[in-house]
């Protein structure tokens, strides 16, 4: 079965730095490209983020120069370091395999 799991994220001041992590499960992970996403109240969900098998990043216009994503196959996770954050990126953060499977979430609400 498989399983994503995220962590890390939670409230910060405009400005502020989080580090969100996904956990995966039930996959051969240094097989898979991985994907983060975020969906804001009333918005439909945005790509974030992308890693390759071969480390290889893609970024939406909106993060690119703020976000990283970085994969460590050893551990089966993806982490996306959020740097410079504003109230525009607060969102709930999902994490997804190319094959198709998602995480629960994790909130990230930027306010002062």
């Known amino acids: 079965q498989v399983q994503l799991v995220e962590s890390g994220g939670g409230l910060v001041q405009p400005g502020g730095s989080l580090r969100l992590s996904c956990a995966a499960s039930?996959?051969?992970?240094?097989?898979?490209?991985m994907d983060w996403y975020r969906q804001a109240p009333g918005k439909e969900r945005e790509f974030v983020a992308s890693?390759?098998?071969?480390?290889?990043?893609n970024y939406a216009d909106s993060v690119k120069g703020r976000f990283t994503i970085s994969r460590d196959n050893a551990k089966s996770t993806v982490h996306l370091q959020m740097n410079s954050l504003n109230p525009e990126d607060t969102a709930v953060y999902y994490c997804?395999?190319?094959?198709?499977?998602w995480g629960q979430g994790t909130q990230v609400t930027v306010s002062s």
């Open positions: 890693i390759s098998t071969s480390s290889i990043t």
């Open positions: 997804h395999t190319r094959v198709g499977y």
């Open positions: 039930g996959i051969i992970f240094s097989l898979h490209a």
